[in-house]
Each structure stands twice: as structure tokens, then as C-alpha cells.
């Protein structure tokens, strides 16, 4: 059984930081794929980040490139997501997800490619 923890969420002014983090539980290969998806009020979850374990590789939303980073505690099972320069726009419930990243094919950036979800952290950031 595959659990995942999200925290690090909280209020911050617009150009502050946070750092959020993800906790996973279980089999460390059905996570060895993991991403951050958002939901503002009113609108559809979207994709902001994710790292692939296997092959190194990570992804970002245009909208976060440059301000946001997504890092691994491959010991841990933690994945973190730093998030610098925050805009009012950031404010939303932050979902961590997972997958296993044996499944190359699989779109990192769709939400249907996860099998795994957190129950999601309020990101609040105040102009």
C-alpha cells in the first residue's frame, strides 16, 4: 500500500519561499516516479512538476520554470518542491503524486499518468 504525505504548506507574501514536501510510504519502486500538481478554487488541477528517478530527468510547467525546483531524498523517499519568487497566482492546494518510472512511456505531465495521490497542502501567497 502506497501513501503519500504531503506538508510544508502555509501563507507567504508574494516573492517569499516555500518548500514543500512529499513523504512516501510502500513500495519504493511504485514511487520512483513523483510529481506536483496544484488546484486553484474554481479550476482544473494542474501540472507544475516531477522528477523521474530512473532517468534523472524532471519537468516543469512554463509557468513555474525558473522559480521552481523539484528535488529527491532518494533515501527518504521524499520528494520536495522549492518554490522561490511566489506569486499571487501560486495560491492553491499542492497534490504530490506518483508512479513507477519503469513505465517510460507514460506522460509525466498528465494527471492520468499517476497512480498514486496525497491528500494536498494550502499554498497561500498574499500580494
Known amino acids: 500500500q502506497v501513501q503519500l504525505v504531503e506538508s510544508g504548506g502555509g501563507l507567504v507574501q508574494a516573492g517569499g519561499s516555500l518548500r514543500l514536501s512529499c513523504a512516501a510510504s510502500?513500495?519504493?519502486?511504485?514511487?520512483?516516479?513523483m510529481g506536483w500538481f496544484r488546484q486553484a478554487p474554481g479550476k482544473e488541477r494542474e501540472f507544475v512538476a516531477a522528477?523521474?528517478?530512473?532517468?534523472?530527468?524532471?519537468y516543469y510547467a512554463d509557468s513555474v520554470k525558473g522559480r521552481f525546483t523539484v528535488s529527491r531524498d532518494n533515501a527518504k523517499n521524499t520528494v520536495f518542491l522549492q518554490m522561490n519568487s511566489l506569486k499571487s497566482e501560486d495560491t492553491a492546494v499542492y497534490y504530490c503524486?506518483?508512479?513507477?518510472?519503469?513505465?517510460?512511456?507514460?506522460?509525466?505531465?498528465?494527471?492520468?499518468?499517476?497512480?498514486?495521490w496525497g491528500q494536498g497542502t494550502q499554498v497561500t501567497v498574499s500580494s
Open positions: 503524486a506518483a508512479y513507477p518510472a519503469r513505465y517510460y512511456s507514460r506522460n509525466a505531465y498528465s494527471r492520468a499518468t499517476y497512480d498514486y
Open positions: 510502500g513500495r519504493t519502486d511504485s514511487t520512483s516516479a
Open positions: 522528477l523521474n528517478s530512473l532517468s534523472g530527468n524532471t
